[in-house]
């Protein structure tokens, strides 16, 4: 079976966030692509969080029910309920729906974009929020795949 891996054009594997992608620039999320999921898969669910922020972990992005045949996240992903090509926004921990940048308070912060290949679709609404996504892929997830990214602002 292939490896499930996560990429992006914007940034390696624990390197920097390119500033575009975080609050200090656009705010709009950066390219993803994937390969290796298990061909049992029914469909993909994402989340990025941030582990490091002061009191809980953040919560950046929910993205689920994406198509199991989706292979890839276009830059700068809308923040409307329902992605082109398939997929439900759900509520970051800014209040809001899609994508929310790196903005960390001081330091260096590290995200986690988490992808799940999971075995039924989840039909949650749309403005779910991570706790709810994360209940419902109880026991449904096969495989997953992660990218880590790093930010500091005012470098």
Same mark, same amino acid.
């Given at each position: 079976?292939? $490896?499930?891996?996560?990429?992006?054009?914007?940034?390696? $594997?624990?390197?920097?966030?390119?500033?575009?992608?975080?609050?200090?620039?656009?705010?709009?999320?950066?390219?993803?692509?994937w390969?290796?999921?298990?061909?049992?898969t029914?469909?993909?669910?994402?989340?990025?969080?941030?582990?490091?922020?002061?009191?809980?972990?953040?919560?950046h992005?929910?993205?689920?029910?994406?198509?199991?045949?989706?292979?890839?996240?276009?830059?700068?992903?809308?923040?409307?309920?329902?992605?082109?090509?398939?997929?439900?926004?759900?509520?970051?921990?800014?209040?809001?729906?899609?994508?929310?940048g790196?903005?960390?308070?001081?330091?260096?912060?590290?995200?986690?974009?988490?992808?799940?290949?999971?075995n039924?679709?989840?039909?949650?609404?749309s403005?779910?929020?991570?706790?709810?996504?994360?209940?419902?892929?109880?026991?449904?997830?096969?495989?997953e795949?992660?990218?880590?990214?790093?930010?500091?602002?005012?470098?």
């Open positions: 079976m292939a $490896e499930f891996v996560l990429r992006s054009s914007a940034f390696q $594997e624990g390197a920097a966030i390119p500033r575009k992608h975080t609050c200090d620039g656009e705010d709009v999320s950066p390219e993803l692509s390969s290796g999921q298990p061909s049992q029914a469909s993909l669910a994402l989340i990025v969080e941030d582990p490091d922020a002061p009191r809980k972990t953040w919560v992005w929910v993205l689920f029910d994406m198509p199991a045949a989706r292979s890839s996240l276009p830059d700068s992903v809308s923040d409307r309920p329902a992605v082109d090509g398939g997929g439900t926004q759900g509520k970051n921990d800014f209040g809001n729906l899609g994508y929310g790196p903005c960390p308070p001081s330091g260096t912060h590290r995200y986690f974009f988490k992808l799940y290949a999971l039924k679709k989840l039909g949650l609404p403005g779910s929020s991570r706790h709810d996504v994360d209940k419902a892929m109880e026991g449904h997830v096969l495989a795949a992660q990218l880590l990214g790093r930010y500091s602002r005012g470098r």
